[in-house]
């Protein structure tokens, strides 16, 4: 079955950064585009960044609000997508997760907390 497990949240200062990590399992992580969402408390969640399948190129997409800052990638032979968090602020604060589609399907990890706060 899938399973996606995300790791690598935790607490830093405005400008810090950090390094998300998605472990994925149960299906063929190369033949699937993989999104990072992210969810503040009171908010929807909503939709950081995408990266395609490598069948077409692992092209990337972003969120005006993290463009430039944040960046999508994936290791296919570790079956592993990351998210680099660079110049984090405050408002990036929420539970981030990772996110596939497969047979119509929505799946997700459990998500890991990251704080921005000096």
């Known amino acids: 079955q899938v399973q996606l497990v995300e790791s690598g949240g935790g607490l830093v200062q405005p400008g810090g950064s950090l390094r998300l990590s998605c472990a994925a399992t149960?299906?063929?992580?190369?033949?699937?585009?993989m999104r990072w969402y992210r969810q503040a408390p009171g908010k929807e969640r909503e939709l950081v960044a995408t990266?395609?399948?490598?069948?077409?190129?692992?092209?990337?997409i972003y969120a005006e609000s993290v463009k430039g800052r944040f960046t999508i990638s994936r290791d296919n032979a570790k079956n592993t997508m990351y998210l680099q968090m660079n110049s984090l602020k405050v408002e990036d604060t929420a539970v981030y997760y990772c996110?596939?589609?497969?047979?119509?399907?929505?799946?997700w990890g459990q998500g890991t907390q990251v704080t921005v706060s000096s």
């Open positions: 996110n596939v589609i497969r047979g119509g399907t929505n799946y």
């Open positions: 149960g299906f063929t992580f190369s033949s699937y585009a």
């Open positions: 990266i395609t399948s490598a069948l077409i190129g692992s092209s990337t």
